[in-house]
Structures are given as C-alpha cells and as structure tokens.
C-alpha cells in the first residue's frame, strides 16, 4: 500500500511542476487581469495545492496564560516507540495540576489537530499527548502494531504517567483507551 502511496505522490511531481510554473506565469504583474487570466490562475493555483506535499505542523504553543500572566511552555519528548512519540508540554507549576494523557489519532492525521485542545488545557493540566508516527516510517523490523499493541501501548503511558492521571481520547482511539480503563478497572 505505501508503495502505492509513493508511487502516486512520484506521478504527480510533474504535476505539481507545471502547476506551480503556470501558477506563477498566470499571477506575473506583466499580465493584464482579466477574467481569463484570474481563471487560469485559480485554476493552476487549486492543481498547485492539490499535488503539495503538506509537511507535518508545529503545534506552536510557545507560552500559555495564567491568572493573567504569560507562562512560557516547552514542548518535549518524554518517551519514544517505533511507533508513537509521548509529547510533553512542560511549563511552571503544571506538576501542582491533574495530569491529562491526551490519546490523538492514529489515523494518518498529525497530533497537531489537537493543537487547540492542548492550548485550552494547558492553563490547569499538566499536558501530555500522543504523537503517532507515520506508519510509513516505521520499520518492518519494529514488528506488527494491531489492536492488542496499541491498547499495551497506553497502558504502558498510563503507568509511566503514574496513578492521578486523567486520560482523553479525539476519535478513533477512544475504543483502545476504553478497553485499557476497563482492564484497569478489572
């Protein structure tokens, strides 16, 4: 499948080439705007973003507020897998906080969606959340990853994270994070 997935990406580099080219030829100041001209512009514009490669974000929160003041956070990698990076948002006196296991999705998207969340939670949470890597960059060597590795997964964060701490799964893994709370529970 990811040979698939690279193949398509490689057969639109053309694409994206040419796009981009007529793009920049369409929007160039020496052309009159006219309704043509703004066409093929959209036009070469709507092919450019189709065929990009989008990198993965930043979650870009340098600082927080707190009873007024701004805080400053620092984001750090606490634990690695092959397959998922436990991200720590470090800031003054989050340790006098509940801590919160944010469980982001694992279905190709970047735990960056979740930026918004994390931005609200920050101010009185001690954060950390979930940031699955690329499937495609995980080595075969690292072995298979289903549904019984992922739930062992957080239940290994859940316990390093100690026994105070508050778990919120977005989506998809809200099915594996109910499982754990119950085999906890059991």
Known sequence: MYFAYQLQRGLQEPLHLWASVSRALWSHPALPATPWTRTFQAMS???????????????????????????????????????????????????LNPKVLLVAPLSGHHATLLRETVKELLPDHDVYVTDWVDAR????????FDLDDYIALIQGLLRELGPDVHVMSVCQPAVAVLAVLVAEAL
């Open 45 to 95: 514009e709507l092919v450019e973003r189709s065929t990009r490669s989008y990198g993965k974000p930043s979650f870009g929160l340098a600082t927080t507020h707190i009873e007024g003041r701004s805080v400053p956070v620092q984001e750090t990698r606490v634990q690695r897998t092959a397959f998922c990076e436990l991200v720590h948002f470090e800031r003054e006196g989050a340790q």
């Open 137 to 144: 960059l995980v080595p075969l060597a690292a072995g298979p």
